[in-house]
């Protein structure tokens, strides 16, 4: 189980709101040890209707980053086999939101895109 900080879901719904009905995607920070994810790190991407993608070789290398975040314009959470090839190269927590992007809208996915329970902190 990993636990976050409310204030990085509420920056992540926000960005998605936002972004909305293009997909938002950023980084999520935190302590990959005590599993806690601690804050949205935004970072240069584009943004798209059916894809967005992160400019990798744009990001500072920093070990804080332990993971991604980005929403569908959709009502469906679910990682796309792009999502999960995506999750197995960057980090150990994925969050994926859906609309309405509420609290509830979250799910949150380890590396090969099996659920993982988060709690907010
Ligand atoms: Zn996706």
């Known amino acids: ?5 409310t204030q990085a879901i ?5 960005a998605a709101r936002n972004t909305f009905p293009n997909e938002f995607i950023g980084m999520l920070a935190g302590n990959k040890k005590t599993q806690t994810v601690e804050e949205l790190v935004v970072v240069p991407a584009i943004f798209g209707e ?4 992160i400019y990798f070789h744009m990001l500072p290398l920093d070990e804080s980053i332990i ?6 314009p ?3 959470n679910r990682p796309s086999p792009q999502d999960v090839h995506t999750f197995s190269k960057t980090g150990a927590i994925h969050f994926i939101a ?3 992007y509420s609290m509830e809208a979250i799910r949150a996915y380890d590396q090969s895109g099996q659920e993982v329970k988060i709690k907010t902190i």
């Open 98 to 100: 859906c609309r309405p």
């Open 67 to 72: 993971g991604t975040c980005h929403s569908h």
């Open 1 to 5: 189980m990993f636990r976050v900080k």
């Open 74 to 76: 959709s009502f469906s």
């Open 50 to 53: 059916t894809f967005s993608q």
């Open 10 to 14: 509420e920056a992540f719904l926000e």
